[in-house]
């Protein structure tokens, strides 16, 4: 029998052509390889029997895609595209500037390369050896934080770069670093400031940082779903098995070539989200989730993981763990967890559940162990603060990760926001009438208004929320009657009748 291997197709940024994918899933359809992943930075992996995937290896040499089988010596780039106009608003960073910076790149990178807006959390920032992050006041410039190689060590130079400068900075970079590996690959002492001065800043247009980049605190927000912003909807979709099945990816292909929408999305998140779906475009999008019959709003128990790339093992412990916080209800909203099984993988975590073998015969293990290392101030952009858990056995790890997690709350909370215990109790608000109240739902905001109703679904003015059916769902993005919260109109500026 043939061996199995992987390809790794690098789609820098994370931007992906539909008529590009459809064509590399196409190569696939007679070979017994129905379904793909997508990876951490972005990227998309296929694995499968080698000669069953030699047609496929065979198209690629005929483009100019970056793949790799069997290895990562190119990672790809990451940056925060997905996440631009839904999770990222009012900043001076647009879809047009990181192609531009992404079309500027005429090299393969060796090194991690993350370029990301700084008012977001939902791609992570420093998980790249240089990490470009947006100024915030500064139009087209950048910070610039550098890990080197194979060290959790990160120093942020005290000028800014310019967009246009970006790519060949980076190429330097890069350069100096392989030139150097004496000094700056896997030495855990690598200097920065030493990097820097090599460097130069005379080949670039730069300027003197007035401060150290703010970086925001990780707030992960819902990526999945069907949702609205501004005149149109974006699409999230994430699966349980971080498994694709090739003919859905297809038919999404096909959708988005129909209705004239060039790029859908990889996230870090290993997702896909697909944006500008028209109002008159979102039954076409309804009837594929339908035909798929792919499943929605997962709990945030769930999508705040973060698992290595094509790893049964981390796979199953993330399913072990997501079940026994949801039979106890945990919250982890505000975390990341991530999952690591193997030496050399790099994740992204507030919290890292880390496997490693407590016995061990030549290269195979005979049990298994775990630590639970915790990020400094549970910040996943900082490297580990302190260890919560060591040589753990299994059955032990929820009650260490409750532990981490109730430290954390602890950490967030706010004695002087909670009434003291001597405080009277507050006089009961007399209920509003019905026809002054609306109902919200919370994912999307879209307003169930009684005096008005939903006549384009049969529902007349004047049926009160509470004689809706308990079938009733959002209109836009189908979230369950029982979510909705009952709001005052003037809450919302709406004006009563």
């Given at each position: 029998?043939?061996?199995?291997?992987?390809?790794?197709?690098n789609?820098?940024?994370g931007?992906?052509?539909p008529?590009v994918?459809?064509?590399?899933?196409?190569q696939?359809?007679?070979?017994?390889?129905d379904?793909?992943?997508?990876?951490?930075?972005?990227?998309?992996?296929?694995?499968?029997?080698?000669?069953a995937l030699?047609?496929?290896?065979?198209?690629?040499?005929?483009?100019?895609?970056v793949?790799?089988?069997?290895?990562?010596?190119?990672?790809?780039?990451v940056?925060?595209y997905?996440?631009?106009?839904?999770?990222?608003?009012?900043?001076?960073?647009?879809e047009?500037?990181?192609?531009?910076?992404?079309?500027?790149v005429?090299?393969?990178?060796?090194?991690?390369?993350?370029i990301?807006d700084?008012?977001?959390?939902?791609?992570?920032?420093?998980?790249?050896?240089?990490?470009?992050v947006?100024?915030?006041d500064?139009?087209?410039?950048w910070?610039?934080?550098?890990?080197?190689?194979?060290?959790?060590?990160?120093?942020?130079?005290d000028?800014?770069?310019?967009?246009?400068?970006?790519?060949q900075?980076?190429?330097a970079?890069?350069s100096?670093?392989?030139?150097?590996?004496?000094?700056?690959?896997d030495q855990?002492?690598?200097?920065?400031?030493?990097?820097?001065?090599?460097?130069?800043?005379n080949?670039y247009?730069t300027?003197p940082?007035?401060q150290?980049a703010l970086?925001?605190?990780?707030?992960?927000p819902?990526?999945?779903?069907?949702?609205?912003?501004?005149?149109?909807?974006?699409l999230?979709?994430?699966?349980r098995?971080?498994?694709?099945?090739t003919?859905?990816l297809?038919?999404?292909?096909?959708i988005?070539?129909?209705?004239?929408i060039?790029?859908?999305c990889?996230?870090?998140?290993?997702?896909?989200?697909?944006?500008?779906?028209t109002?008159k475009?979102k039954?076409?999008?309804?009837?594929l989730l339908?035909?798929?019959t792919i499943?929605?709003r997962h709990?945030?128990?769930e999508?705040?993981?973060?698992v290595?790339?094509?790893?049964s093992?981390?796979?199953r412990?993330?399913?072990?763990l997501?079940?026994?916080?949801?039979t106890?209800d945990t919250?982890t909203?505000?975390?990341?967890?991530g999952?690591?099984t193997?030496?050399?993988s790099?994740i992204?975590?507030?919290?890292?559940?880390?496997?490693k073998?407590?016995f061990?015969?030549?290269n195979?293990a005979?049990f298994?162990?775990?630590?639970?290392?915790c990020?400094?101030?549970?910040n996943?952009?900082?490297?580990?603060?302190?260890?919560?858990?060591?040589?753990?056995?299994?059955f032990?790890?929820?009650?260490?990760l409750?532990?981490?997690?109730?430290?954390?709350?602890?950490?967030m909370?706010?004695?002087?926001?909670?009434?003291?215990?001597?405080?009277?109790?507050?006089?009961?608000?007399i209920a509003?009438p019905e026809?002054?109240?609306?109902?919200?739902?919370?994912?999307?905001?879209?307003?169930?208004?009684?005096?008005?109703?939903?006549p384009?679904?049969?529902?007349?003015?004047?049926?009160?929320f509470?004689e809706l059916?308990?079938?009733?769902?959002?209109?836009?993005?189908?979230?369950?009657k029982?979510?909705?919260?009952?709001?005052?109109?003037t809450?919302?500026?709406?004006?009563?009748?």
């Amino acid at each position: 029998m043939s061996e199995r291997i992987t390809i790794k197709i690098n789609f820098p940024g994370g931007i992906i052509s539909p008529g590009v994918l459809h064509e590399i899933l196409a190569q696939l359809e007679n070979n017994g390889t129905d379904q793909v992943r997508f990876g951490l930075r972005q990227q998309l992996l296929i694995s499968g029997r080698a000669d069953a995937l030699h047609p496929l290896k065979a198209y690629l040499e005929t483009t100019k895609l970056v793949y790799e089988t069997g290895q990562d010596a190119f990672p790809n780039m990451v940056t925060s595209y997905p996440a631009e106009e839904i999770f990222i608003n009012h900043t001076w960073l647009s879809e047009g500037v990181y192609k531009d910076i992404l079309d500027a790149v005429d090299y393969t990178p060796k090194v991690k390369i993350n370029i990301s807006d700084s008012n977001q959390s939902f791609t992570p920032l420093l998980t790249g050896n240089i990490n470009w992050v947006a100024a915030v006041d500064t139009p087209h410039f950048w910070h610039l934080f550098i890990r080197f190689p194979k060290t959790n060590i990160i120093y942020e130079w005290d000028q800014m770069v310019y967009t246009n400068d970006i790519a060949q900075c980076s190429r330097a970079i890069e350069s100096l670093i392989w030139t150097h590996p004496h000094l700056f690959y896997d030495q855990p002492d690598a200097d920065g400031r030493l990097l820097f001065r090599l460097l130069g800043n005379n080949a670039y247009i730069t300027k003197p940082a007035a401060q150290p980049a703010l970086l925001p605190d990780f707030n992960l927000p819902y990526y999945e779903g069907l949702h609205r912003y501004n005149n149109k909807y974006w699409l999230g979709v994430y699966r349980r098995d971080e498994l694709f099945s090739t003919a859905f990816l297809k038919d999404l292909c096909r959708i988005c070539l129909q209705t004239k929408i060039g790029q859908l999305c990889a996230t870090p998140w290993k997702s896909i989200i697909v944006k500008g779906i028209t109002e008159k475009d979102k039954p076409l999008w309804n009837a594929l989730l339908n035909t798929h019959t792919i499943n929605m709003r997962h709990a945030a128990n769930e999508l705040n993981f973060q698992v290595e790339d094509n790893s049964s093992p981390a796979t199953r412990l993330k399913q072990y763990l997501v079940k026994k916080l949801n039979t106890h209800d945990t919250r982890t909203f505000g975390l990341c967890i991530g999952i690591k099984t193997r030496k050399k993988s790099e994740i992204f975590s507030s919290i890292l559940v880390k496997r490693k073998p407590f016995f061990q015969l030549g290269n195979k293990a005979l049990f298994y162990v775990y630590d639970i290392l915790c990020a400094h101030a549970y910040n996943p952009n900082k490297r580990t603060g302190f260890i919560a858990g060591s040589n753990l056995p299994k059955f032990m790890l929820v009650k260490y990760l409750n532990r981490s997690l109730k430290d954390f709350y602890t950490r967030m909370a706010d004695p002087n926001q909670l009434p003291a215990e001597s405080a009277s109790l507050p006089v009961p608000e007399i209920a509003a009438p019905e026809d002054t109240c609306v109902h919200q739902c919370p994912h999307c905001l879209t307003i169930y208004d009684p005096c008005i109703g939903e006549p384009e679904h049969c529902i007349p003015s004047g049926t009160a929320f509470a004689e809706l059916p308990s079938a009733y769902t959002c209109p836009l993005c189908d979230t369950g009657k029982d979510q909705f919260i009952k709001i005052e109109k003037t809450s919302l500026g709406l004006q009563t009748v």
